[in-house]
């Protein structure tokens, strides 16, 4: 067989695979062999391939190949379409109020501190190692409206190789804490100097994105500003949407010649097919209707609607209109930083739903497996990058051992890699979780001890 000498295949992985596709929540490849390249593609995925045949083919070594245990399997890493690193400091906490006080007694006032680098850089740092820790090996942060802050995340991401989109938050009204606001233009500059200064480092994996905070903190002209911004560049977007019923009502009341939340965004050019809109619980159908239209899509973020007790998203429903949807944890609204604990709340939500409901059509666990690798790469429109494991993609993934010392939970007999796989979504934690690699590259357990 003729050498493919122009790939070098850097790693092979031999065991079993789960991922979603367009098709199947979830596919199933035991006894699969998989080959990554130095650059982190993926360059063969061979259900019951032949090593011997396919080391002939490729030209790897033996000692190359990496053979899984019974009890472990590789899945997509996990993306996190929705959190606020910034927020990381004080989660767990602070969940008594509903948003629009939350915000003003909780996170404005912590905001304001990132002006600190040194501040932004020990927060940064701890959100970034946990959330890997925890299987994200996307994330798409909201940080705080300081530049020099927002970069420093972005460096810190690169360091210790996460795929990231990073937001340096756009606001300039805000009645509750005065100095944490900025003036139109200085926003609509300094998100210019944002841009240029990240995309200068040329990380490979992370990238900028345009973050209005919500259409209540900001003017109709900065909303202008950074749809052109967006446009002119071809970039990411990301803010909130429909989040809680005060929200929804103080919209209508600034904006009272547009006729929805969703035409606020949409007016200002904010509605793409590259923006992340988080929440989404009282959007109409007719608004669904223009996200599946524009292509924008929607974090789902059920711990924080929660806690918040902002409202239930009908994951469904924007499922039936076409909508992409991914997961976010949105902490620090929501407690946990980990996309583990959202497909948990994302199954209950859709539950309460159905008891509310009984003709409501509750969400599979495998289907929240989709929203929550595949999906939610495509929310962030990088699935031609990462989200399943498929040729030329990125390898993103996760080994995955349901049976280690210690673990949160037991396996009491042979099991199907399905049943596997719904015990650690239901039970499992970071324990469970041994190694992760972004783009081909091992991230964790960590090279250092520090964290
Ligand atoms: N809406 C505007 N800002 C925020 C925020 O920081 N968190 C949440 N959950 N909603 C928001
Ligand atoms: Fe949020």
Redesign the pocket.
Known sequence: PSKETTVCVAQVFRGTFVHSTLEDPLEVLDNTVLGVDKKGKIVFIEKGGDVKSLSDKWGFLDKDVRQLDPHEFIMPGLVDSHI?AS?YSYSGTALDLP?LQ??NTY?FPV?SQYKDLKFADKVYNKVVRRTLRNGTTTACY?ATIHTDASLLLGEIANKLGQRALVGKVCMDRNDAVNDYKEKTEESSGETKRFIQKLMEKKYPHVRPIVTP??A??CTSGLLRELGDIAKNSNLHIQ??IS??KE?CEMVKKLFPDLKSYTDVYLKHNLLTDKTVM??GCYLSDAELQVFHGTGASISH?PN?NIS?C?GMLDVRNALNHKVKVGLGT?V???YSPSILNAIRRTLMTSKALTIQNPSHQTLTFEEVFRLATLGGSQALSLDSETGNFEVGKDFDALLVNVCVPEGPMDICGPEPTKVLLEKFLNLGDDRNICEVYVAGRRVVPFADKAS
Do not use: K, M
Request: aromatic share 12%; net charge negative; hydrophobic share 30%.
């Open positions: 606020h927020q948003l939350w915000l996170t905001e909201f905070r919500f209540i903190s803010s909130h989040e809680n929200e988080a929440h973020c924080s918040l902002s949105d620090g609204g929501g």
